[in-house]
């Protein structure tokens, strides 16, 4: 059986919609991936400005191959049509492989390969979602972690995976943390 069938049988052994399960598309790379995500050459500077002239927020998601909670993001979270919607109607998700050797360019200008990044910003599991302002010269003069809005780290379920995301489109962190207002009824009704 194929791998694609085999993908496929399992899918729908976990009641996934086939719908969703067409999305998702596992690259030579072992990483799953959306059609919808950023083409990118991985100039993160470029990134943020591309993204801010298309009116959405720049994040980039961290996986790494073989890891069950970055295929569930994909297989569950990202299967879902409304959460899907709402994320690429408001952000370009750049994804990178935890442990990868592509080339990427900070926004301090240094050039470093995937697995440098994730070292210079302390990211050390996979899956994590950095979230980065709209604006780059926010940015200018902070060190690396001061320059997100917020860091998911690891899998949340799809309720509070889409909650978040709104948190930042709304740009809620000016106001409060994440975890108020993610058991606030008032922003679960906003969402």
Excluded at 106 to 132: M, R, V
Excluded at 135 to 158: D, F, I, M
């Amino acid at each position: 059986m194929s791998t694609r069938r085999r993908f496929l049988a399992g899918a729908l052994a976990l009641g996934l919609p086939f719908e969703a399960m067409a999305q998702a598309i596992q690259g030579d790379d072992g990483l799953y991936r959306e059609p919808w995500f950023l083409e990118s050459f991985l100039d993160l500077p470029d990134d943020l400005k591309a993204a801010r002239e298309h009116g959405k927020r720049l994040a980039v998601l961290w996986e790494l191959k073989g890891c069950p909670y970055c295929k569930q993001i994909h297989l569950v979270n990202f299967a879902d049509r409304a959460t899907s919607a709402y994320i690429r109607e408001r952000f370009e998700i750049l994804q990178l492989n935890f442990i990868g050797s592509r080339e990427v360019t900070d926004f301090d200008g240094q050039t470093l390969s995937e697995k440098g990044f994730a070292e210079k910003y302390g990211i050390y599991s996979a899956p994590s979602i950095q979230f980065f302002p709209a604006e780059a010269s926010t940015l200018a003069g902070k060190p690396p972690q001061q320059r997100e809005v917020l860091r998911l780290r690891g899998y949340v379920p799809p309720e509070e995976f889409r909650r978040t995301f709104a948190f930042v489109a709304e740009r809620a962190y000016e106001r409060t943390n994440l975890e108020d207002n993610l058991r606030s009824p008032e922003a679960a009704q906003r969402d």
